[in-house]
């Protein structure tokens, strides 16, 4: 992944959550890729603190994952598109709460290639 596109404020992906369709495409992203519903993963309101909720939210699949199987885990990975080599490192860098977090800015960055390739952004 690109750290470049992860740095938190304006210099990264996380700014475009402030819109409400790239907020809702990249919850429905990151509930097709961890296999959340509605109910456990709702839209949250457009905020400064939109990243941090979303984290929040995905935390708790992750850890069901994790409490599973480590396969689970690393099958949920696969289908957010993060690399095996990118999970160990995030994981023994910061654990499962940094690991959520990569979660949802790649869910985000799909969003934005989409759109973008679509010619729409």
């Known amino acids: 992944m690109n750290n470049d596109l992860s740095k938190p404020g304006n210099e990264g992906v996380q700014r475009f959550l402030d819109r409400a369709e790239l907020l809702a495409s990249t919850v429905a992203q990151l509930r097709k890729d961890l296999s959340l519903s509605d109910a456990e993963l709702p839209v949250p309101e457009v905020s400064e603190e939109t990243f ?3 984290r ?38 910061g654990g499962l709460h940094s690991l959520a977090g990569e979660c949802v800015l790649r869910a985000l960055q799909k969003v934005l290639t989409r759109l973008r390739f679509a010619g729409r952004f």
């Open 56 to 93: 929040a939210a995905v935390l708790p699949r992750l850890e069901e994952l994790q409490r599973q199987s480590t396969t689970g885990l690393q099958t949920a990975m696969y289908r957010v598109d993060i690399p095996e080599a990118h999970l160990r490192r995030t994981m023994s860098l």
């Open 52 to 54: 941090e909720v979303l």
